[in-house]
């Protein structure tokens, strides 16, 4: 499947996103390297690292998106930004073994954890692993059932071409989900994530993986990110019909949904 279809890199005008790095203007170019360097470090501890900073809710956020993509016998689902497998590895196990998944990532380092880890459990069949952008997908056209980006969007440089990306992949009458942070709905709330975020990640990326920028950048990148509703306009823009959001933790990650036209 990776070498079928490369499509050639989107012309669109520079995206808005791809001059911040965070809180840091950034020239276009080097966004994705700079992001490129964040997984490369963080590669080894991702994983402690989501259970420790989100208490493990990002296991049931999760399971919530297998819940809504509910797995059938035969169904191809592509995993862009997939990483270490989380994603992958669910949705083997719920959909079982005539699904297949490819996991799509622009960091090599994320794929070696993933595939390590697939190895660990026994995952050696109905998964592959390719190093690709999620703005120029090495996928061919119209050939996936189901598309899911989780945590990824919101690293990407031009978020517009990625879901063109995505709307192009996925064959017609295709799902596509991205769970990703958002915005807190609850004010009190809120200002409790702020000061957590901005204090408390940094500090457990410095004493667990050894950087605490990374996890800075998690924060602001966050901040950076559109809003619910902001987001639903920019999927419906790429091609996409019924998009609906589902708020996850008042806010804190919300799932997106959307069929292929
Ligand atoms: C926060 S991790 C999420 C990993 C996994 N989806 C999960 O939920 O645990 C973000 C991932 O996005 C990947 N990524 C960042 N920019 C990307 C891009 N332009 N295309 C594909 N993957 C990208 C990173 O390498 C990293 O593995």
Redesign the pocket.
């Known amino acids: 499947m990776a070498d079928q279809a490369q499509s050639t890199p989107p012309t669109a005008p520079e995206a808005p996103e791809a001059r911040w790095f965070g809180f840091r203007p950034v020239d276009p170019a080097t966004k ?1 390297s700079l ?2 360097d964040v ?1 490369d470090s963080v590669a080894g501890n ?2 402690l690292m ?1 259970d420790l900073m989100s208490g493990g809710i ?1 296991r049931a956020w ?1 399971a919530y998106l297998i819940d809504r993509i509910a797995p059938r016998p035969g169904m191809m689902l592509l ?6 497998g ?2 992958a590895f669910r949705f083997l196990e719920r959909g079982g073994p005539t699904c297949h998944v490819h996991v ?4 090599e380092s ?1 794929l070696r954890v993933g595939r390590d880890r697939a190895v660990d459990r026994g995952l050696l069949k109905g998964i592959d692993w390719t190093v ?4 120029t997908l090495p996928v061919q056209s119209r050939s996936v059932d189901v598309y899911t ?4 969007l919101r ?3 031009r978020i517009d071409a ?1 879901l063109a990306e995505a709307a192009r992949v996925l064959k017609p009458g295709g799902r596509f989900f991205c ?1 990703e942070f958002s915005r807190v709905v609850l004010p009190v709330m809120r200002e409790i994530y702020d000061r957590y975020s901005f204090t408390v990640l940094p500090w457990l990326g410095q004493i667990i993986a050894g950087d605490r920028a990374a996890y800075q950048y998690l924060a602001e990148s966050i901040r950076q990110f559109p809003d619910q509703d902001s987001l639903v306009r920019r999927i419906e823009a790429a091609g996409f019909g019924q998009v609906r959001y589902r708020n996850l933790t008042s806010g804190v990650a919300a799932l997106h949904s959307a069929w292929r036209i």
Request: proline share 0%; net charge negative; with cysteine.
């Open positions: 994705a992001v490129r997984f991702y994983d989501n990002h999760k995993d862009v930004a997939g990483g270490t989380d994603i799509c990532d622009i960091n994320m690709g952008n999620a703005e980006i989780a945590f990824g690293n990407v440089s990625a769970l």
